[in-house]
């Protein structure tokens, strides 16, 4: 009987601890929208790693919003997808001859910026399961800082923040996507290497 | 020429009182406590985590950073009852001390930005950042009666007051402390601490109250006020909260000071 008690005891205790870190896991990739002082529609350039990102499509806001995750990346042989996915749809950047390993690899961002114009960079648009690959005529990505994201000395994620504008055409109809701003977090769980 | 008009105001003030009766000069002392309603400052660097809620399109969500500072204090009060005790004048000395908290809504920890690391976004999980600050201040006060009655007995009055007051006084005590929740953390509470400078050592507040009243027989006044939403006046008194106000509620006992006077 003493055995089974000290073992529950021993069961607990690792739950315990087990939901503390898991704790601060879903409390870092939880969003906090701070709304930017001249487009209150767009949050706050930031960053924190508060896991929002932002654009105007023409005068329509396209944001991150509290159920959907704001960010995956999804690693292929030879090109990392980046996928900003809110209530409207996922703008996702095709960054070619670029494959991390893991999400601390991605700190070779910092401070690139990527022309959309030219063919091998590619953006595309999903909405309704169905994407569209966009023709920019002129645009730019750029990751103004990437950096690790620490709690208590232990690194836990990396932290991706930049901005985008570009124009391009969709459905045959000229479209401007400014203003765009992202503060998100990359981790364990929004990190894909596909093999 | 300003000193002299002030100081003028002052002797026609005390010799009037003085040519009534001693009876109109009290001591007493008083204790009150209350709490500051504001926010946590913004000079700390936390992360703007938000409460979850059944609400949850925003409308109804609050930061789950939170700060709360409470005070109490104390005082010896010497009075000077004016125009048929219609008007009193209060002063003395009171000590005051402000206990201040931030913390979690939730009761867990909130994640504070360490600025000094350029390579990366750094927190450290704080439980709590207290602040104990004690003031010694001179308080200057005027009420005036609105209402009063012998409704109980002819040696009973009963009476109801308005009180205009301020104080201005030095900060004598301060302390700042930081619960971390990993106990390895610790040595990085003076770092926390630097990035926040200290207290305004001077103190001055504005307030109002509103009070009822017991006189007996002998002269002793007993007195419960509540203290209005009301005034810090000095800046940065607190680390912890942008006071917006404060309110709260006094106790006090004044003595005639013909009680303490051998009449010969």
């Known amino acids: ?195 | 020429m300003k000193k002299l008009i002030w100081m003028s105001i002052f002797s026609v003030v005390i010799s009037g009182a003085y040519a009534q009766k001693t009876s109109n000069f009290k001591i007493g002392v008083e204790f009150g406590q209350g709490s500051v309603e504001g926010d946590y400052s913004d000079k700390w660097n936390i992360r703007q985590d938000l409460i979850t809620s059944l609400y949850d399109h925003g409308l109804f969500s609050s930061r789950a950073a939170y700060a709360q500072s409470d005070f109490f204090y104390w005082g010896i009060k010497p009075q000077v009852s004016l125009w048929n005790d219609r008007v009193n004048l209060y002063s003395g000395l009171r000590f005051t001390m402000f206990d201040s908290n931030l913390g979690d809504r939730n009761g867990t920890n909130f994640f504070y930005l360490r600025t000094t690391n350029p390579d990366a976004v750094e927190f450290y999980k704080i439980f709590l950042i207290k602040e104990e600050t004690a003031y010694l201040s001179v308080p200057l006060e005027m009420s005036y009666t609105i209402f009063h009655s012998n409704i109980l007995t002819p040696n009973i009055t009963v009476s109801f007051y308005g009180k205009a007051g301020m104080e201005i006084g030095l900060s004598i005590f301060s302390k700042r402390n930081v619960n971390f929740v990993s106990t390895t953390m610790q040595s990085h509470e003076h770092e926390v601490l630097n990035s926040v400078e200290q207290p305004n050592k001077l103190y001055s507040t504005l307030y109002g109250a509103l009070g009822g009243q017991l006189t007996i027989g002998n002269g002793i006044q007993f007195n419960v006020e509540g203290i209005i939403p009301s005034q810090i006046l000095t800046k940065n008194h607190n680390s912890i909260i942008e006071p917006d106000t404060f309110s709260g509620v006094q106790l006090s006992v004044q003595f005639p000071l013909s009680m303490f006077i051998k009449n010969n």
């Open chain 1, 1 to 195: 009987m003493k055995q089974y008690a000290f073992l529950l005891f021993i069961v607990c205790t690792a739950l315990f601890f087990f939901a503390c870190s898991k704790s601060d896991e879903y409390r870092l990739s939880g969003s906090v929208f701070i709304p930017d002082e001249d487009f209150p529609e767009l949050p706050k350039y930031s960053e924190w790693g508060y896991n929002t990102f932002g654009a105007y499509i023409d005068r329509t806001p396209f944001v991150s919003d509290n159920y959907t995750m704001p960010v995956k990346i999804i690693v292929e042989s030879d090109t990392c997808r980046i996928g900003f996915s809110g209530k409207m749809g996922t703008l996702t950047f095709h960054l070619p001859d670029f494959v991390p390993e893991n999400y601390s690899d991605l700190l070779a961002l910092n401070g690139k910026s990527y022309p959309l114009i030219q063919s091998s960079c590619m953006v595309t648009f999903t909405n309704n399961e169905e994407t569209d690959t966009l023709n920019i005529t002129e645009g730019t990505l750029t990751f103004k800082r990437v950096q690790k994201l620490l709690v208590d000395k232990k690194e836990m994620k990396s932290v991706l923040s930049g901005t985008f504008s570009m124009k391009t055409s969709i459905n045959g109809e000229p479209v401007s996507i400014g203003n765009g701003r992202f503060d998100v977090t990359v981790g364990e769980i929004n990190f894909f290497k596909n093999e």
